[in-house]
């Protein structure tokens, strides 16, 4: 672990390779585990302000449970996460053409209906971030779900900061990232 500004940083996002092989897990992260996407306080405003937006993109089990449950549900712990179709699937997944798992919000963003892209834990995705009072964790989270991606990022050779930097940046700026790539240099 290293400190960057106000994060606590497992080198693991620098020292394991990861890519997203959709062809080979169709998505299985959006439609599978036991919780919906964290959200933070001001996500799930948005989600509720860009929902009519977002609703046409989104299959009818979809808009049946976040029309039953809200666009979040707030769990026993008090966090906001997003809500799930029979308790598996998220309630924003949509499927392609080849029954892969995709985002009907980010859907929406890519046809120009809103102009915010998906719940950051999703783009970060396979990192995950838990703040803390004083400071927020920044982890690797190894799925076994993923293992196609890592091959790939193995393959590939892309690290798994790289991967989500643009969803790193979202999420801690653009001088944070620099930081860390200079921390990355020294592994």
Known sequence: MFQLGKTIVSEDIIE???VCNLSACKGACCIDGDAGAPLDEEEVK?????????????RKEGIEAIEKQGTHITTEFGDFETPLINNADCAYVIFDEKRTALCGIEEAYNQGEISWKKPVSCHLYPIRVKA????????????????DACSLG????????????????RKFG???YTELEKVAKTF
């Not at 193995?154 to 940046?169: G, I, N, R, T």
Request: proline residues 6%.
């Open 16 to 18: 394991k390779d990861f």
């Open 132 to 147: 803390y009072s004083e400071f927020s964790a920044v982890n690797y989270d190894k799925w076994e779900i993923c293992d």
């Open 174 to 176: 653009e001088d944070w």
């Open 46 to 58: 948005i989600l509720k302000d860009i929902y009519p937006k977002v609703k046409p993109f989104l």
């Open 154 to 169: 193995a393959e590939l050779q892309v690290p798994v900061y790289k991967f989500v930097k643009e969803a790193l940046v």
